[in-house]
């Protein structure tokens, strides 16, 4: 059974860039699935920040484009999510995710991490 | 960017009573790119319904989805105590995805 378990900083200062990692245990992140991200502000709805394939092929939600880039690693089996110049409107529970094999839903999911932007 | 509106925003009901969830879309969404999620305070959100209609594996039979091109729902015929939590639709298209705004299932 596919986990999923994020790290990374959980507190950033204005300006700093976020960077968190994802790895994956239980399946290879070289398959038919799309690898993603998610934030969810305290309080509100989750938000799709972008997903990327085994291929290297990446989409990211256009409010946050200029702003996002993910990547692979194959050899380790996890992939990351860097987020440039954050504010604290970036303040959220981010989670890394799994679409099902062909289809654009998440299946699986890690267990989330809150990253605060604060000085 | 397809724009997702739920309503309500939040539905009071008793245990055993039915609910009615919408999910209005602001462009035609295929019916196979249109899932909904729970989420319970603390958790992940949990994949119920995925093509509008199937059923997650293992998922009761009480939850059901439904609809087509901007309208789409999620109903649980009788509602029971682990159910109240916020639900989410979610749509894929031109490469993009989006989530509502969610409806919180409370007890009345």
């Known amino acids: 059974q596919v986990q999923l378990q994020e790290s990374g900083p959980g507190l950033v200062k204005p300006s700093d860039t976020l960077s968190l990692t994802c790895a994956v245990s239980?399946?290879?992140?070289?398959?038919?699935?799309?690898w993603g991200w998610i934030r969810q502000p305290p309080g509100k709805g989750p938000e799709w920040i972008g997903y990327?394939?085994?291929?290297?092929?990446?989409y990211y939600n256009p409010s946050l484009k200029s702003r996002v880039s993910m990547s692979l690693d194959t050899s380790k089996n996890q992939f990351s999510l860097k987020l440039n110049s954050v504010t604290a409107v970036d303040t959220a529970v981010y989670y890394c995710a799994r679409t099902s094999s062909n289809w654009y839903f998440f299946d699986s999911w890690g267990q989330g991490t809150l990253v605060t932007v604060s000085s | 960017e397809i724009v997702l509106t739920q309503s309500p925003g939040t539905l009071s009901l008793s245990p055993g009573e039915r609910a009615t969830l919408s999910c209005r879309a602001s462009?035609?969404?295929?019916?196979?790119?249109l899932a909904w999620y729970q989420q319970k305070p603390g958790q992940a959100p949990r994949i119920l319904i995925y093509g509008a209609s199937s059923r997650a594996t293992g998922l009761p039979d009480r939850f059901s989805g439904s609809g087509s091109g901007t309208d789409f729902t999620l109903t649980i015929s009788r509602v029971e105590p682990e159910d109240f939590a916020v639900y989410y639709c979610q749509q894929y298209g031109n490469s993009l995805l989006t989530f509502g705004g969610g409806t919180k299932v409370e007890i009345k």
């Open positions: 239980g399946h290879s992140i070289s398959s038919t699935n799309w």
């Open positions: 990327i394939y085994y291929s290297g092929s990446a």
């Open positions: 462009e035609t969404v295929y019916s196979r790119n």
